[in-house]
């Protein structure tokens, strides 16, 4: 059974940091675009950062979030510093065998995790 495991949500000041983690069993997922999204209430689900052989953001993380993988542990990661209000969200991480250079794009993910509660509030 093919699973992604993500963990490591919270609740953090803003400016504070977080580190995402999410943990791939059932295939290995070295072959894989890796990707994180996030789904506020009330909002659709939208891209956030995904790598294959180097990273890519939204631009409304970049230069605040890095995406890395850990091939030997099947895991991916997501750090997040300089957190905003409305970086809160449900933060899902995602396998594609394919992308065609779409990987901001969740209809080309092949598996997803059940995500994990962001919360930015002081």
């Known amino acids: 059974q093919v699973q992604l495991v993500e963990s490591g949500g919270g609740l953090v000041q803003p400016g504070g940091s977080l580190r995402l983690s999410c943990a791939g069993s059932?295939?290995?997922?070295?072959?894989?675009?890796m990707g994180w999204f996030r789904q506020a209430p009330g909002k659709e689900r939208e891209f956030v950062a995904a790598i294959s052989a180097s990273g890519y953001y939204a631009d409304s993380v970049k230069g605040r979030f890095t995406i890395s993988r850990d091939t030997a542990k099947n895991t991916v990661y997501l750090q997040l510093n300089s957190l905003k209000p409305e970086d809160t969200a449900v933060y899902y991480c995602a396998a594609a065998r394919y992308a065609s250079g779409r990987g901001y794009d969740p209809s080309v993910y092949d598996y997803w995790g059940q995500g994990t509660q962001v919360t930015v509030s002081s």
């Open positions: 059932g295939r290995t997922f070295s072959n894989y675009i």
